[in-house]
């Protein structure tokens, strides 16, 4: 079983696979928190690993950058590989002063101009795509266990990362509630909701469009140990 973007055997993926964007990311946890990881695909570099965590299978693969790009693969795991749940673990830009960096967010709603879900099952259902509801309390309880704190919102997913003007996040911060800007989150919800499946996003604020401060790379590694944690678990 292969598909344009995915060479690899169904057996080959966790019914559970963690999404980070970038697939050096994945490597680094297959190679760190995974045991027996393998490597199930290469295509255009987009690693994807299955191992297990604390004896339980998971897998875990890049999604690039972008609606496109996570809308390609996590259709394909999806549809044609028999993966049940996605969560994607990724950072974003904090869109009011409330959030700190390194702060752990979960979406529980993702807004969108995108007109990924409209083109995707030609019907326009709004601007708004949700996450699997079982998959956020199990995340919840998880962070709870852990005591690593956890800020809900709704999160802002964009085509564009460079807008000219910089100033238009505050009204869709203002508009959408949305407390926090990435670019993938809104196309994962909407395949999990076409093809039955389940999603979640699990972040963390690299930047700040507020005060502009930004993380250097080790410190985003940490912060990034924080979430992998909770989605680990979910294994
Ligand atoms: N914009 C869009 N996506 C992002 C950002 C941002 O500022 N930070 C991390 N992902």
């Not at 969108?112 to 998959?135: F, I, R």
């Not at 800007?181 to 469009?209: C, P, R, W, Y």
Request: aromatic content about 10%; hydrophobic content about 35%.
């Amino acid at each position: 079983m292969s598909t344009p973007h995915i060479k690899a055997e169904k057996g080959d993926i966790a019914r559970t696979v963690l999404m980070p964007g970038d697939p050096l990311r994945a490597k680094y946890v297959a190679e760190n928190y995974l045991e027996n990881a393998k490597l199930f695909n290469t295509v255009r570099n987009m690693f994807g690993y299955t191992g297990t965590y604390q004896g339980k299978r998971i897998s875990v693969m890049g999604s690039g950058m972008g609606m496109p790009s996570i809308g390609i693969y996590s259709y394909e795991l999806f549809k044609f590989f028999d993966v049940e749940n996605i969560i994607r673990i990724g950072s974003c830009g904090a869109y009011t002063d409330q959030i700190g960096l390194y702060d752990v967010l979960l979406a529980d709603c993702a807004y969108s101009e995108s007109t990924y879900a409209a083109v995707q099952s030609g019907e326009d259902k709004g601007p708004y795509t949700y996450p699997s509801k079982s998959l956020n309390e199990r995340i919840e309880a998880i962070a709870e266990d852990l005591g690593t704190p956890i800020t809900k919102g709704t999160i802002h997913s964009s085509d564009v990362f460079y807008r000219e003007n910089f100033e238009e996040f505050k009204r869709i911060r203002d508009e959408h509630w949305a407390i926090a800007v990435e670019m993938e989150a809104f196309a994962l919800f909407h395949n999990a909701q076409v093809t039955g499946k389940n999603a979640a996003t699990i972040l963390t604020v690299s930047d700040s469009l507020v005060t502009q401060e930004e993380t250097s790379p080790e410190e985003r590694q940490n912060a990034f140990t924080n979430m992998m944690e909770i989605a680990l678990r979910l294994a």
